[in-house]
């Protein structure tokens, strides 16, 4: 008489698991697809040292560097945003005054994490 208990408990068990699944499928299979790709992003965006500083810039640029005020900066490469960030320091520009300022209030190196942060904003998103 043991066969069938087992298999009864199996059946049981089975049927149970199958249930749980079934009940939960729905919500829990939908959140991680649609999730991953903006985590992966997220995750790697907030604990970026460029980050805070990078704050100033999203209250004309918009956050992230999408639909501010201004220009959108976000996915632009590192090297050109430097570069002109770097060049907006010294510019003559009367249109370019608010960036001059701007620009001169960092170091080289927060320059660089700044247009770094930027540059890894997936462009993807950028409107
Ligand atoms: C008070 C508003 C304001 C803030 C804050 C600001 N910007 Fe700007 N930014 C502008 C304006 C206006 C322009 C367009 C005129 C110009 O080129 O200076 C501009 C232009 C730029 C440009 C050149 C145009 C382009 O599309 O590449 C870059 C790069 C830039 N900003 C980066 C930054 C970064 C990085 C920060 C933060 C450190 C920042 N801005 C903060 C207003 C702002």
Redesign the pocket.
């Known amino acids: 008489m043991r066969t069938p208990r087992i298999l009864i408990l199996g059946v049981a068990a089975t049927a149970l698991i199958g249930a749980v699944s079934t009940g939960t499928a729905p919500s829990s299979r939908s959140a991680p697809q649609q999730i991953p790709a903006a985590t992966t992003t997220t995750t790697t965006l907030l604990t970026h040292p460029g980050k805070i500083l ?1 704050g ?2 999203f ?3 918009g956050t992230d560097g999408i639909n501010g005020t ?2 959108g ?1 976000a996915g ?1 490469s590192a090297t050109e ?1 430097y570069n ?2 770097k060049e ?1 320091q010294t510019t003559t520009e009367a ?2 005054a ?2 001059k300022v ?1 620009a001169n209030g ?1 170091t080289d190196e927060q320059l660089r994490l ?1 247009a770094d942060y ?1 540059s890894k904003v997936p462009t993807s998103v950028r409107k």
């Open positions: 990078a100033n810039c209250q004309c640029h201004f220009e900066i632009e945003l002109e960030l907006l249109d370019e608010i960036m701007h960092y700044i930027f």
